[in-house]
């Protein structure tokens, strides 16, 4: 059977290294030029990091590397979670580039020759934004629209920026809660400490809006819509497949058995059902076992059955 070979590996890993670099811009253009600046930050250690930046003066992106350590830690520990190096690489990375496209920053390289025009007045302290507090919403629809694109390419490229997803893990084997439900708990409290901190009811209207955008944008660009999908498979490599994805995607999966209209003969067509974060490895599985197999992707709208009461956290790929 086909295999995908040496090169062609190393060919799409470091395609994905570079993706992951493309996509923190995003990610940084995001938080640093729209975000941060006004502590709208939606949650995640992004929300963490604006707390250690006001008490303490740590860079944003310095912070980030910093709080994500102990998470790290913590989810080795009480998770036993494994977390592969394109997660760790992209935490590190949107993290650098978040410091290192802020204004000041790009300024000192001599990439801005001045400040003057990114330079604002918020209660009475001076800040650094693309737009100043008069265009605030537009800065709250522009820094969630970026950051959410930024996110869905680094999924896309299989990496992670770690923050809240083991938290969230955490939460789901300790308190047997379902994701979406950890979720909730840990941004809900990230927000309103961020609200307490600053002393402002709206940053917690603010966190809302930016989570919500954020979510949908970043669901759009890594995924697409909606949550479940559905996949025929048609390979002379079905075993392997078969094989891949039970263990590399812990789904069951069904035979089909068909008829080849042009051959005629006897085929056996894999059926499996997926979330769609997992679309991605599928494609990977698929190709990887064979180069020439056909596949067909649908959207799955509601699916009752093991598996999908209680969505997993994968931060291994």
Do not use: C
Request: no cysteine; glycine share 10%.
């Amino acid at each position: 059977m086909p295999k995908i070979t040496k090169k062609q590996y190393l060919q799409r890993e470091i395609g994905r290294l570079v993706g992951i670099i493309f996509a923190s811009i995003f990610f940084a253009m995001g938080y640093s030029w729209f975000l941060l600046p006004y502590n709208m930050a939606p949650g995640g250690v992004g929300g963490l990091s604006q707390i250690l930046y006001y008490f303490i003066g740590i860079p944003n992106g310095v912070s980030m590397i910093l709080i994500n350590i102990p998470l790290f830690i913590i989810s080795f520990i009480f998770i036993g979670k494994s977390f592969g190096s394109k997660s760790l690489y992209g935490m590190v990375v949107s993290s650098v580039m978040t410091d290192l496209l802020s204004f000041p920053a790009l300024h000192k390289m001599g990439i801005i020759a001045d400040l003057k025009p990114y330079t604002h007045i918020l209660n009475g302290r001076r800040i650094y934004a693309m737009l100043g507090p008069e265009d605030i919403l537009l800065s709250a629809i522009a820094g969630s629209v970026l950051l959410g694109i930024g996110l869905g390419l680094i999924f896309r490229f299989r990496g992670s920026t770690g923050g809240t997803d083991i938290p969230v893990a955490l939460i789901k084997q300790k308190a047997n809660l379902s994701i979406g439900t950890g979720y909730y708990i840990v941004e809900t409290g990230i927000i309103l400490l961020v609200a307490i901190i600053f002393k402002s009811p709206k940053l917690l209207i603010w966190g809302y809006v930016n989570l919500f955008i954020t979510v949908k944008i970043t669901d759009l660009v890594s995924e697409g819509l909606p949550y479940i999908k559905g996949a025929y498979i048609i390979s002379d490599a079905t075993e392997d497949i078969r094989n891949d994805i039970f263990t590399k995607l812990e789904r069951g999966v069904t035979y089909l058995n068909g008829v080849s209209g042009f051959h005629q003969r006897d085929i056996k067509i894999i059926f499996v059902v997926l979330n769609r974060r997992q679309v991605p490895l599928l494609t990977d599985i698929v190709k990887d076992a064979d180069p020439d197999a056909f596949m067909i992707i649908m959207d799955v709208y509601d699916v009752l059955g093991y598996g999908f009461n209680s969505r997993s956290l994968n931060l291994s790929e």
